[in-house]
């Protein structure tokens, strides 16, 4: 496999084409869903579950998970919760802002816009769930390791690392106030 900013390049890439078949009113209702997903994975999830899942775990196995099996698991889990809610926010009914759609060049630039800001929160939360648990998918042997420089780089301004976990909760509620408004 090549470095690891070409498959997020390519995903973020995919997301922004979906957006162009979907139309900018539609992806503001998956972006807003994102930002529900996130807020919950990083405020909730992130702080609070290592604790939980070794609880439990001690309370079955009278022992502490390993560090790495640990990461593994919250990796996985992590991905596949924010996984099942973007599909679940583009698939059936989708949550679509009302309104007059503005056509031509301005729409399709709204839609690249707002595609492009999908596509940033998907593969870049992805991207975090590897970076944030030391990429347990290098011990499956699909990245190798060390990063490429701009891959560095690129890490470094995943969503989760620039966006406080609290601000997705604000974010939200500023776009419900959008679809709510007339």
Do not use: C
Not at 22 to 41: D, K, N, S
Not at 148 to 172: C, D, R, S
Request: net charge positive.
């Amino acid at each position: 496999m090549g470095p690891f900013e070409f498959l997020w390049f390519t995903v973020f890439i995919i997301f922004i084409l979906i957006a162009f078949a979907r139309g900018y009113a539609r992806e503001l209702g998956t972006t807003t869903l994102i930002f529900v997903a996130l807020f919950l994975i990083t405020y909730l999830a992130v702080p609070k579950l290592p604790a939980a899942i070794n609880e439990i775990y001690h309370k079955l196995f009278h022992s502490t998970l390993p560090q790495r099996q640990m990461e593994h698991l919250l990796s996985a889990g992590l991905s596949l919760v924010f996984i099942a809610i973007v599909f679940a926010s583009y698939a059936g009914e989708t949550f679509t802002f009302k309104g007059k759609t503005a056509k031509g060049m301005q729409g399709r630039f709204y839609t690249l816009l707002v595609g492009a800001v999908n596509g940033y929160l998907i593969s870049g939360s992805l991207w975090y769930f590897q970076d944030n648990y030391n990429y347990p998918i290098a011990d499956l042997g699909i990245l190798h390791l060390p990063l490429t420089p701009l891959g560095e780089q690129i890490a470094n301004y995943l969503p989760p690392y620039v966006v406080p976990p609290a601000f997705w909760a604000i974010l939200v509620a500023v776009m419900l106030i959008f679809k709510v408004r007339k």
